[in-house]
């Protein structure tokens, strides 16, 4: 079993910057390809990026590539989600999830951090 938890949301300004952690605890990260998605207020869930198990470069969705980074912290066993130059519709509550290389499924899900970003 594994448990996610995301922290660094808050209030910004846009062109500003946040830094959000999925910590997890249980299991190595490192074990799992890890995603980030998010839920914009009166919409659906989706993508923003991920970082598979080893070694290639992370994918993001277009809308954030240039903008957003996500990285592993092996010691702290976290997978951060760093933001610059935010936009009013960067605006949602951000999740992490994570699977087994080989799964279609996102099986473990964090409770959601929000993000605002004010214009």
């Known amino acids: 079993q594994v448990q996610l938890v995301e922290s660094g949301g808050g209030l910004v300004q846009a062109g500003g910057s946040v830094r959000l952690s999925c910590a997890a605890s249980g299991r190595n990260l490192e074990d799992f390809e890890v995603g980030w998605f998010r839920q914009p207020p009166r919409k659906e869930r989706e993508f923003v990026g991920r970082?598979?198990?080893?070694?290639?470069?992370?994918i993001y969705t277009d809308s954030v590539k240039g903008r957003f980074t996500i990285s592993r912290d092996t010691i702290e066993n976290t997978v951060d989600l760093q933001m610059n130059e935010l936009k009013p519709e960067d605006t949602a509550v951000y999740f992490c999830?994570?699977?087994?290389?080989?799964?279609?499924?996102?099986?473990?899900w964090g409770q959601g951090t929000q993000v605002t970003v004010s214009a």
């Open positions: 999830a994570a699977r087994i290389p080989t799964a279609a499924e996102w099986r473990y």
């Open positions: 970082i598979h198990r080893i070694g290639s470069a992370p």
